[in-house]
């Protein structure tokens, strides 16, 4: 808010008086008239000692009463500044009224406060005299002695005070002068004196300048001419019976009454005794609007209604005036005093009222402030205010005419939730007359009520794969209570898991409790998740209560199958050679498919997808060994085409496909060299089930050593002797010495879980326990390894059996 220069005409006195809500102090502002708008009067904030941060929110406002809003408050800075310019003449009509005050209140809640404020509009000289005429003319007998007074009409300054009028001047003669007068309100007036007796025939028209002049700073002045006309001899004047006339008038008269009938006589005869009554100069317009005066009768009568708040005396001045040629005049002063009579209504201001309020509201505190007024004065004026006894509170006098509500019994919103407190205000006056005002009081109830889930725990089951910030569910407790206590948050009690907390994987709406998922869950990564959810109102102080929530992650195919045997390359084709003197039932192959899924989406079934003779080989569907159904003949290809799709159980199913290239030999297996190679960087481990692991773990050193060696005695017992035809085995036997130090591949790649191809040394070594009768086809075996060596005809492999 802009600060204007008339800021150092402020002037501030405290007058402090009886104290009400803490302080009633009343705070006097002196300012001039016609400041500029926006300019800051003085800072209420800082003179009242209130805090500028709490004025918003205390909702600080302005009550100016019987006036138009000229100011306004920042409730930003606690300013009060100028909203419109005042013109003191204009607020203060009256020339009576020395001092020009626009009383304001300033209103604040929580807790509640008002501060009683008088702005005192300080008058400039903004306002030069002025005669209501221009021009007076005079006439003035010849005959007319010297030291002889009249009447001038006077300027009108509507400034007061110093800036009023003056002074008068008079332009120079030497038969007249200016007697300058004082009124009752202070008023200054001229009266024209005759210095010197006046001679028609020398001269017969005076013609002189009056100037007013009034006391401000620099001074402004008016003029106006005086006409002197000199009229020859009438030489008796009119006489009233009084100088001085005082009547009482009732307000309301009705219009036509008469006040007051005036005679004035003449002693002289003729024309120059007949009288005309007037109102002189002196006589306001006010006046003269209010009262009419006859003048052939001299009644003066009600002219227009008559109200004691707006006048209660009406000061004339009545002049008498003969008709004779040379008219003289006589005066006469009346004041009627305006009697007040029992017609205004007593009027009821609720100045603060708090509602609703809680209903544990502590008996004594104050709910409202009122203010009762009445324009009549006397016994009129005097007004009493009273409520229901019925009620559970009373009224207490705090200051003149301001009343505050108490509570005067403790309450109770369950019995009753809300009040209809009636005032009623009467006068004491002859009829009494009365007004009310009713407000309703809202009752709160207090937060006494904890929030309840309808579950003690809640089970919330989510599939995998699911998107982020999808709904999982809603969590919606209830709390009894009414408005901001039965207002519900709701938050995730943190838990952290690994690192993580529940606040990067959930998140729930605080306000209906909705449950929503911030990542997508994998259930061959996590499985279930657990947490409590907390709702908690808003009362003061506020009230929760938590439930626990159970998140459960249901599995979803969504894991293709993996064939890890037979092993091949990525995208290459598995190449298997056999005997074509194969017997029936033969196993040819096996294929093992492995699926993260968990329960029905992990069962893989296994078919042929495509297959070059339907009748030479078979698939076991669950377990996808391949045999033969028949022995090879002449007529079968030496070169078959096995495709092998190893499907989930998932829905949609998935599935992942193998294909074996077989190739029919005459002879025995051939030397290593010519059998697809095996990279022996290929990570055995990779696809292990973790069972398999956590078994090879427990075994002992011990019982692995126990295991080799038995193997060995076995194998050193088992060896045909010379005489025995030749079998594939001694083959075998012989080409092993030739490959001992060569890497044995095995078309299971389960079979590496098992055993371990040392190289180096030619050995096969048991990495786990080996369920007994298990057989495994490798490529070769080297001697001495503990293992029985058979071979189907015409196959180009070996099966181990375990002793």
Not at 352 to 379: H, L, R
Not at 439 to 444: C, G, I, K
Not at 727 to 733: A, H, K
Not at 773 to 797: K, N
Request: proline share 4%; glycine share 4%.
């Amino acid at each position: 808010m802009e600060r204007m220069e008339p800021r150092r005409y402020v002037s501030l006195s405290l007058l402090f008086s009886a104290l009400f809500i803490g302080a009633t102090a009343v705070t006097h502002y002196s300012i001039p008239e016609e400041m500029e708008e926006g300019s800051v009067v003085a800072n209420l904030a800082t003179d009242l000692g209130l805090d500028v941060k709490t004025l918003s929110r205390r909702k600080m406002r302005l009550d100016i009463i019987s006036s138009k809003k000229y100011l306004e408050i920042n409730k930003e800075t606690g300013e009060l500044y100028i909203l419109e310019k005042m013109d003191r003449e204009y607020l203060c009509s009256s020339k009576t009224a020395t001092t020009c005050f626009i009383k304001m209140e300033v209103i604040l809640d929580d807790p509640v406060r008002i501060f009683n404020i008088e702005i005192e509009i300080v008058d400039i000289n903004d306002n030069a005299p002025q005669f209501r005429r221009d021009t007076i003319h005079l006439d003035i007998s010849e005959s007319t002695s010297a030291g002889e007074r009249f009447s001038l009409s006077n300027a009108v300054d509507p400034d007061i005070g110093s800036n009023s009028i003056k002074t008068y001047y008079l332009s120079e003669s030497e038969h007249f002068d200016i007697e300058i007068q004082t009124g009752r309100d202070g008023s200054k007036f001229a009266d024209l004196i005759l210095r010197r007796v006046l001679d028609r025939e020398a001269q017969a028209v005076h013609n002189l300048i009056l100037t007013a002049v009034d006391g401000g700073v620099p001074a402004r002045s008016g003029t106006a001419s005086i006409i002197v006309r000199v009229l020859d001899t009438n030489d008796n004047a009119p006489k009233f019976e009084k100088d001085i006339y005082k009547i009482n008038l009732m307000e309301n008269a009705p219009i036509g009454s008469l006040a007051v009938k005036l005679n004035a006589t003449d002693l002289d005869e003729g024309s120059n005794s007949d009288i005309v009554y007037s109102f002189s100069l002196y006589t306001s317009e006010k006046t003269q609007e209010t009262f009419s005066l006859n003048p052939e009768t001299g009644e003066i009568r009600v002219k227009e209604m008559i109200n004691y708040e707006d006048f209660r005396i009406y000061d004339m001045e009545v002049i008498a005036r003969d008709k004779g040629m040379n008219s003289l005049s006589g005066q006469t002063k009346v004041s009627i005093l305006i009697t007040d009579m029992n017609d205004n209504h007593p009027e009821i201001s609720i100045k603060s009222f708090t509602s609703p309020v809680k209903e544990d509201v502590a008996v004594g505190s104050v709910i409202a402030v009122v203010s009762v007024s009445d324009k009549d004065s006397g016994e009129n004026g005097e007004i009493d205010l009273h409520i229901s006894d019925q009620l559970p509170f009373s009224l207490k006098e705090s200051s003149d005419n301001y009343y505050e509500l108490v509570v005067s019994e403790p309450l109770d919103r369950e019995r009753v939730p809300e009040y209809d407190i009636t005032f009623t205000v009467t006068d004491r006056g002859i009829p009494p007359l009365s007004d009310n005002e009713t407000m309703t009081l809202e009752l709160l109830d207090v937060n006494d009520n904890v929030p309840r889930f309808p579950q003690s725990s809640y089970v919330i089951r989510v599939k995998e794969n699911n998107g982020p910030g999808d709904l999982l569910g809603s969590l919606t407790a209830h709390d009894p209570d009414l408005h901001e206590n039965q207002y519900l948050v709701y938050f995730i009690l943190e838990k952290e898991i690994v690192n993580t907390s529940m606040s990067m994987l959930f998140s729930i709406n605080p306000e209906n409790g909705n449950l929503y998922a911030l990542k997508t869950f994998d259930y061959e990564m996590e499985k279930e998740f657990l947490f409590h959810v907390e709702a908690r109102d808003s009362g003061v102080p506020p009230l929760s209560s938590n439930v626990s929530v159970h998140i459960v992650i249901m599995d979803q195919n969504d894991n293709t199958p993996l064939i890890v045997s037979p092993w091949r390359a990525h995208g290459s084709v598995v190449e298997e050679r056999i005997a074509r003197s194969t017997d029936k039932g033969t196993l040819i192959s096996k294929v093992i498919a492995i699926d993260a899924d968990s329960v029905h989406n992990s069962r893989v079934t296994y078919q042929f997808l495509q297959n070059t003779d339907a009748t030479l080989f078979s698939l076991d569907q669950y377990n996808g060994e391949i045999r033969t159904m028949r022995m090879f003949s002449y007529r079968d290809s030496r070169h078959q085409r096995l495709v092998v799709i190893a499907k989930d159980n998932g829905e949609p199913s998935l599935s992942a496909t193998v294909t074996i290239k077989l190739s029919t030999v005459e002879t025995a297996l051939k030397t290593y060299a010519d059998m697809t190679e095996v990279p022996l960087e290929y990570d055995i481990f990779s696809d292990l089930n973790l069972y398999l692991v956590i078994g090879l773990g427990s075994v002992s050193f011990l019982l692995l050593i126990t295991i080799l060696v038995t193997i060995v005695l076995k194998c050193q017992k088992a060896k045909p002797s010379k005489a025995a035809p030749p079998c594939r085995n001694s083959v075998i036997s012989e080409r092993n010495s030739t490959i001992a130090d060569s890497t044995l591949v095995s078309n299971d790649a389960y079979w590496y879980s098992l055993f371990l191809a040392e190289t180096r040394k030619g050995k096969l070594v048991v990495r786990q326990p080996v369920p007994k009768g298990s057989r495994y086809i490798v490529s070769s075996i080297p001697r001495g390894t503990g293992l029985t060596e058979t071979s189907d005809s015409a196959a180009s492999t070996l099966q181990v059996g375990l002793v």
